[in-house]
């Protein structure tokens, strides 16, 4: 079972390593799947970027979220919750929302 306090005291001792990981992970993935949305790739590959880049999101939302409980409230983590949410909003978009897109050819 995962402990909490660990996974608390994993992200405030490896903060910079975590960031330095995940903000250009979501912003490659992301634009990743956008790109396959907008070259008309198939559905499988598009779902397949998607997953992956929302997965980046969603651990550096819980990074922040894990901060916010140990009381660090800074700008910096307003920007990359700001960021982790823009970037799974984004894949969720490219997927819900790509199937009403097309673009003729």
């Known amino acids: 079972m995962l402990d909490f306090n660990t996974l608390t005291l994993f992200s405030s001792n490896y903060c910079i390593s975590i960031c330095a990981f995940l903000i250009p992970a979501n ?3 992301t634009a990743f ?8 790739r198939p559905a499988i590959e598009i779902w397949q970027s998607a997953v992956i880049a929302s997965i980046f999101s ?3 939302i819980l990074h922040v ?4 409980t140990i009381g660090v409230v800074m ?3 307003y920007i990359l919750l700001g960021l982790g949410s823009i970037c799974l909003f984004a ?3 490219a997927i819900l929302l790509g199937r009403r897109l097309v673009f003729p050819t």
């Open 27 to 29: 912003i490659i993935a």
């Open 65 to 68: 979220f894990a901060w916010f």
């Open 91 to 93: 894949n969720l978009g």
């Open 58 to 60: 969603l651990l550096m």
């Open 75 to 77: 700008a910096p983590t």
């Open 33 to 40: 799947t956008i790109g396959l949305r907008l070259s008309s």
